[in-house]
């Protein structure tokens, strides 16, 4: 594989980057595939075609990244599964807090077995869920995704939800993610995010304060919030990596 290659299988696109009024588009898909791709970003969420085109349309990339591409290698195709396929014509079940409310996770695997149906008719071989965070903070704006607050519970519902989507093998199922972090749902102020330099960052992160060549500190910028202020009082400079 060329670096191009590489790179090109970390990276992603939406569906509608592909598409001119709501039509694949040649050109787009020579455009963002000729190198290959990792994954093709919600193909029915992001287009809202209606599932039979949405086969089509899937139908149709993944033979141009088969026969059209140096290397063959087909996409997944990744679509939100939070409460059912979240797609025209996908079928709604309550949301995982009220799910939870039953305490019975036989019924997550129910639901998550009628998705698992549903993604793998229109190509869909990822799901973007379940969300495993524990709903500590009722401010925070995605505690209706959870499963609540008790981390017993949680992991009984994650479980059983994982299960419904992956089926007995990956080879006929849809690759669960677990999400999002730990201490993700820990929100400050009931934002979906946390300042995370004061009591988290400043340990990791010292040692490439006081020696430029140590390794970074690595977080996903998208879930959190990095105070660019630095500290009152600056760390060690005898500080080194890795700790001794």
């Known amino acids: 594989m060329t670096l191009e290659e590489q790179l090109a299988q970390l990276g992603s696109c939406w569906m509608h980057e592909l598409q001119t009024d709501g039509v694949l588009d040649p050109a787009l898909m020579q455009r963002h595939l000729h190198q290959g791709i990792g994954q093709i970003t919600r193909p029915g969420g992001n287009s809202t075609l209606p599932p039979a085109e949405i086969a089509q349309a899937t139908n149709a990339l993944q033979r141009y990244l088969v026969e059209q591409t140096r290397l063959g290698i087909p996409a997944i195709f990744h679509e939100e599964a939070c409460c059912g396929a979240m797609v025209r014509e996908g079928t709604q079940f309550p949301q995982p807090i009220g799910l939870a409310s039953t305490f019975e996770p036989a ?138």
């Open 107 to 244: 019924l997550a695997e129910a639901m998550t077995t009628a998705i698992r149906r549903q993604l793998l008719a229109i190509g869909a071989r990822q799901a973007l869920a379940p969300v495993l965070d524990l709903a500590w903070d009722p401010r925070w704006g995605r505690l209706e995704e959870t499963f609540g607050e008790d981390p017993t519970l949680v992991a009984h519902f994650g479980v059983a939800y994982v299960r419904g989507l992956q089926g007995s093998a990956l080879t006929g199922g849809v690759l669960a993610t677990g999400k999002h972090f730990i201490g993700h749902s820990a929100s400050e102020g009931g934002l979906n995010c946390e300042a995370l330099w004061p009591m988290k960052c400043l340990p990791v992160t010292a040692p490439r304060r006081a020696d430029s060549t140590a390794p970074p500190c690595i977080w996903d910028g998208t879930s959190c919030t990095i105070s660019s202020s630095p500290p009152s009082r600056p760390p060690s400079a005898t500080l080194t990596w890795p700790p001794s």
